[in-house]
């Protein structure tokens, strides 16, 4: 099925007049009406109501049933992170571990492991592809992105959202080699893109990114960052890193890793 086919203009309008029934009543329809004219100036940004009503037309990547879940999921990149405060989260168990959420943000946010499995949970069987040219079947829960973002509440300039990792891959001289990847808001709403906490039901292991990791999941591999420590919300990409977005698209792979 097609989603339904919603302009920029028009979204921005629905976004400020409210949302309810207006995309229903038809974009176009409403873009003929006078007091529409006066929601365009103050429009600037898109609201989130705006975003997920945008997103209510995007697909989802295909989910799988648990009979097809691999048997077993490889993992790859980093798989034991070597700093000292990640060493000595992982000896406790990441009792005291936080993710960060600031940046462009009204509420920055630090949340506990046990705050992040209290919130609404999502579970879902995907698969996981490579470029390195594997595949596996997993199931992963975890909350949302798109609630934690709503709590730490993105200002209206937020073009992308980016994950800070705990592991080092080593970098030039002058670069931290910090693993870190980036999103947009599209992907950054998406109902299917969650923070992992567990994989096939049980607490996310280290060498799968625990205590948390990224699954955005109509994207490649690399993509789907573990060990995520900060979550921060900017409108540019430039400064951080070699400015690609991500430790791999430093390197030469693509920001939009479409599967
Ligand atoms: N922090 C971090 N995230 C990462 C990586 C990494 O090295 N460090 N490797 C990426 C790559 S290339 C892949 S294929 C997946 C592997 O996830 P897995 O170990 O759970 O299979 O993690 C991705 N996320
Ligand atoms: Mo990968």
């Given at each position: 099925m097609m989603p339904p086919r919603v302009s920029r203009r028009g979204l921005i309008a629905t976004g400020a007049a409210g949302l309810g029934g207006l995309l229903l009543s038809g974009c176009d329809r409403l873009s003929r009406a006078p007091s529409f004219q006066n929601f365009i100036g103050r429009g600037e940004g898109l609201t989130m109501g705006a975003q997920r009503l945008l997103l209510a037309g995007q697909p989802l990547a295909p989910e799988f049933k648990p009979a097809d879940l691999s048997p077993v999921f490889?993992?790859?990149?980093?798989?034991?992170?070597?700093?000292?405060?990640?060493?000595s989260l992982m000896a406790d168990g990441f009792a005291d571990y936080r993710l960060v959420v600031d940046g462009l943000v009204g509420q920055p946010l630090s949340l506990s492991l046990a705050q992040l499995k209290a919130m609404p949970t999502r579970t879902q069987i995907t698969r996981h592809d490579c470029v390195e040219?594997?595949?596996?079947?997993?199931?992963?829960?975890?909350?949302?992105?798109?609630?934690i973002l709503a709590l730490a509440r993105p200002l209206a300039s937020v073009r992308y959202v980016i994950f800070h990792c705990a592991d080092n891959l080593g970098g030039g001289p002058g670069e931290s080699g910090?693993?870190?990847?980036?999103i947009?808001?599209?992907?950054?709403?998406?109902?299917?893109?969650i923070l992992a906490w567990a994989l096939n039901g049980q607490p996310?292991?280290?060498?799968?990114?625990?205590p948390l990791r990224l699954r955005v999941e109509r994207q490649l591999g690399y993509k789907q960052a573990k060990y995520v420590m900060r979550i921060e919300l900017a409108n540019r990409m430039d400064g951080l890193g070699r400015g690609k977005g991500g430790f791999w698209e430093d390197r030469g792979y693509a920001w939009y890793a479409g599967i």
């Open positions: 490889r993992a790859n990149g980093s798989t034991l992170p070597t700093s000292p405060l990640y060493q040219g594997w595949s596996a079947i997993g199931q992963w829960t975890g909350a949302p992105l798109a609630r910090l693993y870190y990847e980036s947009d808001l599209f992907d950054a709403f998406h109902p299917q893109t996310l292991d280290v060498s799968h990114g625990a």
